[in-house]
């Protein structure tokens, strides 16, 4: 059976206070009792919740890993405000890296891409890669990429499952070991339309994802 990955990406919301709510709701995610060979879940909360994260994953054994939503273009050393990738592996096995909000409101570049995801794969961090269409150039390196059209991002307009998938097999074209994913809108109710593409390994989940019973039932639904 195919592995696929479901993704929460809760991007700058949740204070300290709504992520212990969060966290309390999605501990429910033991009950399903997932086979992580199968579906493997991973939440990527702000860089402030990653360690009250990690703590609580740890000490109710539950059965997801986590992701930094970012990942400065620099090592270590006199970068005031970024956090670098050995940092993150603390507490995180997976980060994503180039968002098309981080593009958008930050500038990020292709050649800054490229540095984030040579210095995660150094330290042995797991870098999801985000690319808006088919023609985005990937890192070398990466080996799990996530397609999101910019129009189906917070607008409640997901791609079709039919678009999707035949991007996500342009991207596989001569790199059959890469992983795909789809985000942009993904919620319970269509989730399946998209994991049961033969071309797609899993969903990428931001608003829904917010709400922790929401993304429980994704999870069991995708
Ligand atoms: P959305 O966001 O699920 O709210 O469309 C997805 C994302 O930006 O990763």
């Known amino acids: 059976m195919r592995k696929l990955l479901i993704v929460a990406n809760l991007k700058s919301y949740k204070n300290e206070n709504e992520a212990k709510n969060w966290l309390e709701t999605f501990k429910k995610i033991n009950e399903l009792s997932l086979n992580p060979a199968q579906k493997e879940v991973i939440v990527c909360p702000s860089f402030t919740q990653l360690f009250s994260f990690s703590s609580y994953f740890s000490s109710n054994n539950i059965n997801a890993n986590l992701g930094a939503q970012n990942v400065s273009p620099f090592d270590e050393g006199a970068f005031t405000g970024e956090v670098n990738a ?3 592996k603390d507490f995180a096995t997976y980060v994503l890296i180039g968002h098309s909000e981080r593009r958008k409101n930050f500038g990020e570049t292709e050649d800054m891409l490229a540095k984030k995801v040579q210095l995660s794969l150094d330290c042995g961090l797991n870098p999801i890669f985000l690319v808006q269409g088919k023609d985005n150039i990937i890192p070398q390196g990466v080996k799990i990429v996530a397609y999101e059209p910019v129009s189906a991002i917070g607008t ?5 499952p039919e678009s999707a998938d035949m991007v996500a097999g342009v991207i596989k074209m001569n790199r059959s070991e890469l992983m795909v ?3 942009g809108s993904v919620k319970s109710v269509n989730v399946k339309g998209f994991t049961e593409r033969s071309n797609i390994d899993g969903v990428l989940v931001g608003g829904a994802s917010l709400d922790a019973q929401e993304f429980i039932k994704i999870i069991e639904n995708a």
Request: aromatic share 10%; no cysteine; charged share 20%.
């Open 181 to 183: 994913l789809y985000g």
């Open 86 to 88: 050995k940092q993150i």
């Open 156 to 160: 409640g307009n997901p791609d079709t």
